[in-house]
């Protein structure tokens, strides 16, 4: 016992420094700034107490993003988990070519999300205009110049990217279902829809706890497929918090604003996520 | 036993921890030692259509001073560059020469710039050059070159279609030609020498800094004087809002979406210059003599085929482009004393010896801002158009770099592609942009 605690100070004792380093000490820092006027360049940064929390609070584009982010949160969390829970299905069930799409569907997840972006972008702009010019749906055209296409875009890509992940948590989780139960259920005449529901999702319960937080904290944290597929546009339309942030920094100079933006933007994710936690455990049963 | 167990897990924590760090501290010292019999200046800019250039020119500097090692970095885009100027100095590597835009940047950065008031090049400056970079009578920075845009335009589409593009002086007579222009390419008369062509303008609003900051500066460059007076102004009146209305819609109901004009928004650069311009799918865009090396990029004959028509603003003086110094280069100040010689010295050889304006004209396309250039004229059709109009007087001033921080391309650019979608009228965006302007100042 004795011992372990010094292999315990051994091995994390460099990786706490460095944690404290790098994030607890900046996060401090940035709650300071947090009640400055600091404009990013200077070294002056004057106390002004509560001025930016409450600025915040007034600020418009920052309540338009917030809606925004909380809907595509909404949404990608839905359409992202059945997506994978569906892949993961589908590649548990012995199929020829399963470990083929294993792969193939894992494989979005290793390209940047600056690059997925473009390469959306080029298939929401070139590709789609292009098909609705040949098939003459309309609908097909002038995606990303509008707000609500340009939703939709987010909430595709984020979807393309992110199920083969959360199809890989699935698959884990799937293949750990002892096959006695699900025997023990076909001899007792549940069709494939009653053993779904009633043995499979229950028993994976676990693997959705950890599917719901990954895809709900890293759609309200996104930032590089929204910078690279629309950037915000048109007007602001569709920016989500992390980029009005950015852009309260740096565009408009105002880093004690975005500092402000940012705190509450990490109590909102956190409290959001733990709750989640909280609720998804609850649910979770004992096999 | 307990405790010595303790402590050396305690000592251990330590030790390792400080290793983390040893790395990053040998590092450190072997930069400086090495800074000590060559000087290194770092140089972080911005125009992208010049690095490779810039690096050919640095390599003939460093040949003629051995002891001087030049680094370049580039990163480019005009609002990019701000954000990773800004984080580079809060990183801690300050870049020893960088670039300010005019009187707001000059005064954001005012405490990191080294005043250059002393160097050659000022007394060759052209008038009024160096206003923008000019604070308390001292002088900051040197500006970059000189730079016009406006209507650039395919000549050869032009007299295909039989225009006479000397009888374009105001906006009345631009008005009929674009509305000309557009009946044949509707009617198809053009369609046997330019196939791809099929709208008179393309007009990129998801480039916020073409209508937020160019297209604007037309009509906000004859309210104000300069960018000085811009900058000092407490309030925007929008004088002549009519008249950029009328540009405003001109170049969106003449462009390839004109009976669609949100999907606008998604146009960006890239579509309007390369996609659009350079392969004739257009006639017309509103860019400056910056675009040749891009269009030229695509297809050479058309590139050589331009020409700059004016943009006329209507109430105001119309037969007129917007020229002006796009960027400065400024020397940090708390550089180390012989790295900031050797910058000044970089930039005053770049600006002034004989080598040095061989590649600012003929390499970079510039046009220069300093006396002493007689024997160099611009090569490319865009740069002569520019020195046309800035040799006839027939220039309005650049002021978006005295607009309030942020509020060209994140306010108005917005507000004009809120416009273009229909969601608030034109009336609503002068209104928001004016409240903002005040707010801002």
């Known amino acids: 016992m004795k011992n372990s605690k010094f292999w315990f100070s051994f091995f994390v004792g460099p990786i706490l420094f460095a944690f404290i380093v790098v994030v607890i000490i900046p996060m401090f820092m940035g709650i300071y700034y947090s009640f400055t006027d600091w404009n990013g360049i200077g070294n002056t940064a004057n106390w002004i107490g509560l001025k930016n929390y409450i600025d915040v609070f007034k600020d418009k584009d920052f309540l338009s993003a917030f809606i925004f982010t909380a809907k595509f949160a909404v949404v990608s969390v839905i359409t992202i988990n059945l997506m994978g829970f569906g892949l993961a299905l589908l590649v548990t069930r012995g199929l020829k070519i399963s470990n083929f799409l294993r792969s193939a569907f894992f494989m979005p997840n290793l390209i940047g999300g600056l690059i997925l972006g473009f390469v959306w972008q080029f298939i929401f702009t070139k590709a789609f205009d292009s098909l609705g010019r040949l098939s003459g749906l309309g609908f097909l055209e002038g995606w990303l110049a509008d707000p609500t296409t340009g939703f939709w875009g987010l909430v595709i890509l984020m979807s393309w990217q992110m199920a083969g992940y959360m199809m890989v948590i699935y698959i884990a989780s799937l293949e750990s279902i002892p096959e006695s139960l699900i025997e023990a259920a076909e001899i007792d005449g549940a069709n494939a829809w009653e053993r779904l529901i009633h043995i499979t999702i229950p028993l994976v319960a676990p693997a959705f706890t950890v599917g719901l937080f990954l895809t709900l904290s890293n759609s309200f944290k996104l930032y590089d497929q929204n910078l690279s597929l629309t950037g915000g546009g048109p007007y602001n339309s569709t920016q989500m918090l992390a980029m009005n942030i950015y852009n309260t920094a740096f565009k408009f100079d105002d880093f004690g604003l975005a500092q402000g933006k940012a705190v509450i933007f990490l109590i909102t994710v956190a409290a959001i996520s733990l709750t989640q936690i909280y609720y998804s455990k609850k649910r979770e049963v004992e096999m | ?441």
């Not at chain 2, 611009?378 to 109009?389: F, T």
Request: charged share 25%.
């Open chain 2, 1 to 441: 036993m307990f405790k010595s167990k303790k402590i050396l897990a305690l000592v251990m924590t330590v030790i390792m921890s400080m290793m983390l760090f040893a790395g990053c501290g040998s590092q450190e010292k072997k930069e400086v030692s090495e800074g000590n019999d060559k000087v290194e200046v770092n140089v972080f800019q911005f125009k992208v259509e010049i690095a490779k250039e810039l690096e050919e020119a640095v390599l003939a500097y460093e040949k003629e001073h051995p002891n001087v090692k030049i680094n370049i970095q580039t990163v480019g885009g005009g609002d990019d560059y701000g954000a990773a100027l800004k984080a580079k100095f809060q990183s801690g590597s300050e870049p020893d020469i960088f670039n300010v835009g005019g009187p707001q940047d000059v005064k954001d950065w005012a405490n990191k710039l080294e005043d250059l008031s002393d160097q050659p090049w000022v007394d060759l400056a052209l008038p009024g050059i160096l206003s923008g970079a000019t604070m308390d009578e001292k002088v900051f920075a040197l500006p970059f070159n000189i730079e016009g845009y406006g209507f650039v335009y395919n000549k050869g589409i032009f007299e295909a279609a039989g225009i006479d593009v000397s009888k374009i002086l105001d906006y009345k007579s631009l008005e009929e030609a674009v509305k000309t222009l557009d009946a044949k390419i509707k009617s198809g008369e053009l369609k046997e020498k330019y196939p791809l062509l099929e709208a008179v303008f393309e007009y990129p609003a998801k480039e916020t800094w073409v209508t937020g900051l160019h297209t604007s500066n037309t009509a906000l460059g004859q309210e104000f004087s300069s960018s000085i007076e811009a900058f000092n102004a407490e309030k925007v009146e929008f004088k002549y809002g009519e008249g950029l209305k009328k540009i405003v819609d001109l170049q969106a109901n003449y462009s390839s979406n004109g009976d669609e004009r949100q999907k606008l928004n998604a146009v960006d650069y890239t579509r309007q210059a390369e996609e659009g311009l350079a392969i004739e799918r257009v006639a017309i865009i509103q860019q400056g003599n910056w675009v040749y090396g891009k269009i030229k990029g695509v297809d050479e004959k058309v590139a050589n085929n331009l020409d700059i028509l004016p943009m006329p603003i209507e109430g105001a003086k119309e037969d007129c482009i917007p020229v002006g110094v796009p960027m400065h280069w400024g020397v940090n100040k708390d550089s180390k004393a012989e790295v900031k010689a050797a910058a000044k010295d970089f930039l005053n050889w770049l600006y002034t010896s004989d080598a040095g304006k061989d590649y600012i004209v003929n390499k970079f396309y510039f046009i220069p801002p300093l006396k002493g250039y007689e024997n160099l004229e611009p090569k490319d059709p865009l740069g002569k158009a520019v020195k046309r109009y800035a040799e006839a007087g027939k220039t309005t001033p650049w002021v978006f770099m005295g607009y309030p921080t942020g509020w060209g391309m994140e306010v108005l650019g917005n507000d004009i592609q809120k416009y273009l979608a229909g969601e608030v009228t034109w009336e609503e965006v002068v209104t928001n942009t004016k409240a903002q302007w005040e707010k801002m100042r």
